[in-house]
């Protein structure tokens, strides 16, 4: 086992079985692909309620597609955002586990942060349950794509395959701003 994990942590770390750095995590996600909700939230509230960046996220993913709550997109903006506001520096945080060392609920946070921006970018372009905010969007999605530097990001639920947020969607909601930006510089044509 300690070669296979050693091994996978230079090909790809989310492969590699054993305890969740993210307690509760596991949990939550199995129960989610399973659109078991009242577990779902039975764990996750509290998590979130103490800051952890994934449930956070995950809280948000929630109020903004309607899964397992009433779709709120105002409160799924102020979960996007307490996780937006978590990045950090350090291996643990950009999900390095061989030899990096971190408080449990912080692990792999840099992703989560990139995650909200990516989704809060996309709801500032539609303008989803708020007045649409191009500048706004294009600064989110501009930040992530600087970020992302051309890769996807990893979301979670690496046991069924991984969920990610492709370099393509990336590069599509940056090239959305971009557009929306240039209808807004001419006057008459954007909201306020």
């Known amino acids: 086992m300690k070669i296979i994990c050693m091994l996978t942590a230079i090909v790809g770390p989310t492969a590699c079985a054993g305890s969740n750095p993210n307690p509760g ?7 989610w692909e399973k659109y078991d909700y009242e577990t779902v939230f039975e764990v996750l509230k509290p998590v979130a309620e103490r800051g952890e960046p994934w449930a956070q996220l995950r809280m948000g993913v929630a109020y903004e597609l309607g899964s397992g709550v009433e779709k709120d997109i ?60 191009p500048v706004k969007a294009l600064t989110l999605a501009q930040y992530v794509s600087d970020k992302a530097q051309g890769r996807s990001i990893f979301y979670c639920c690496e046991f069924s395959g ?10 599509e909601t940056l090239s959305k701003g971009h557009a929306m930006n240039r209808v807004c510089a001419t006057p008459c044509r954007c909201q306020d």
Do not use: H
Request: proline share 4%; charged share 20%; glycine share 10%.
């Open 74 to 133: 105002p409160v799924a903006i102020q979960r996007y955002e307490k996780v937006a506001a978590q990045e950090s520096e350090g291996e643990w945080v950009n999900s390095l586990q061989v030899g990096a060392m971190g408080k449990p609920g912080y692990f792999n946070q840099n992703s989560d942060a990139l995650f909200a921006k990516f989704q809060l970018a996309n709801i500032y372009l539609r303008g989803d349950g708020i007045p649409s905010n």
């Open 25 to 31: 995590e596991r949990t939550v996600d199995f129960a």
């Open 162 to 171: 991984g969920w990610y947020i492709s370099s393509t969607a990336i590069a």
